[in-house]
């Protein structure tokens, strides 16, 4: 059963306390991508990686730290340095930079 | 700037119309055009693509028009269901790296 998985669906954290939310794909796609979306919002880019051992910053990377030691996973990490963490988050992935992007089911973060 | 922006933020239809939901984008360089649909609390839905030597593009009960002149895009929906209610993203790719969405537009089907 081919596609993109996140977990958990629901992430409570304690200000002041590094996550980690896990993506994992097995479409064998080069590029993945962590996008941050608020209530009635649309999708802001966090960062993206185009190939393994490679990422770039998107537009909102600050507090934000990612790896890509394998093709098939793209494991984003929230700081403490992240000011306002509570979000919806999604994690893509594509055959490459240019084509469609196909997300996962998403993750849901509460700072309490 | 280059950005992508929607005309309404909700539209309210009948089940059985037809729904049209609008975008603009304002880089002319942008080459592919990608419309998702979100549930609450899922992540976007691909729905239908379309690049810029076309202007039209037709899938199950969608149609997606592109007008290049005007940096116009749409979706159709045809008969409308209560399914159907939900967010609707344009995003556009530029080729330099990843894709860019819009605000989006509630779809709110009424019976």
């Known amino acids: 059963d081919g596609g993109i998985t996140q977990s958990p669906k629901y992430l409570f954290r304690k200000e002041g306390q590094n996550v980690t939310l896990s993506c994992e794909q097995n479409?064998?796609?080069?590029?993945m991508y962590w996008y941050r979306q608020d209530p009635g919002q649309g999708l802001r880019l966090i960062y993206y990686?185009?190939?393994?051992?490679?990422?770039q910053k998107g537009d909102i990377a600050e507090g934000y730290s990612v790896s890509r030691e394998k093709k098939e996973s793209f494991p984003l990490t929230v700081t403490s340095a992240q000011k306002n963490p509570t979000a919806f988050y999604l994690c893509?992935?594509?055959?490459?930079?240019?084509?469609?992007?196909?997300f996962g089911p998403g993750t849901r973060l509460t700072v309490l | 700037g280059e950005s992508v922006g929607l005309h309404l933020p909700t539209l309210s239809v009948q089940e059985g119309d037809n729904s049209i939901i609008n975008c603009a984008y304002s880089n002319s360089a942008s080459d592919y055009f990608i419309w998702y649909k979100q549930e609450s609390g899922k992540g976007p839905q691909f729905i239908i693509d379309?690049?810029?030597?076309?202007d039209k593009r037709q899938g199950q009960r969608v149609t997606v028009l592109l007008n290049k002149t005007v940096k116009h895009l749409s979706l159709q929906i045809a008969a409308t269901q209560p399914g159907d209610s939900a967010v609707y993203f344009c995003?556009?790719?530029?080729?330099?790296?990843?894709?860019?969405f819009g605000s989006g537009t509630r779809l709110q089907v009424q019976p």
């Open positions: 893509a992935s594509s055959s490459s930079g240019t084509d469609t992007q196909y």
């Open positions: 990686s185009q190939i393994v051992n490679d990422f």
């Open positions: 379309i690049r810029s030597n076309m």
């Open positions: 995003a556009e790719n530029t080729g330099r790296r990843a894709l860019t």
């Open positions: 479409l064998n796609h080069d590029a």
